[in-house]
Nanobody, 120 residues
Framework: QVQLVESGGGLVQPGGSLRLSCVAS????????MGWYRQAPGKQRELVAA???????NYADSVKGRFTISRDNAKNTVYLQMNSLKPEDTAVYYC??????????????WGQGTQVTVSS
């Protein structure tokens, strides 16, 4: 089992910045990748950014060049630095951790979510 606790959401004006943090605990040695997803009202949850245990990253096209995902293995923490925020970035942001099963398949774990609101 993996537990995830997010922090760092809030209200910010367009063009502003926020940094989200997600601390993992439990069976962290099993984590293969971590990421951030978001869900806006009336929309499906979508991947924002992800980072593997090897440090490879990928981003949604809508956030490339504005958001940066990083991880501090010593602190079991993954970050999402969000710059040049737009109103369309408004959503609940969820931290995700994926662990691989011994033979095949994987398990996803989720944080409780943190609200990000971009508005003037």
């Amino acid at each position: 089992q993996v537990q995830l606790v997010e922090s760092g959401g809030g209200l910010v004006q367009p063009g502003g910045s926020l940094r989200l943090s997600c601390v993992a605990s439990g069976s962290i040695f099993r984590i293969n990748a971590m990421g951030w997803y978001r869900q806006a009202p009336g929309k499906q949850r979508e991947l924002v950014a992800a980072i593997t245990s090897a440090g490879s990253t990928n981003y949604a096209d809508s956030v490339k060049g504005r958001f940066t995902i990083s991880r501090d293995n010593a602190k079991n923490t993954v970050y999402l630095q969000m710059n040049s925020l737009k109103p369309e970035d408004t959503a609940v942001y969820y931290c995700n951790a994926r662990t691989l099963r011994l033979y095949s398949g994987y398990d996803d774990y989720w944080g409780q979510g943190t609200q990000v609101t971009v508005s003037s």
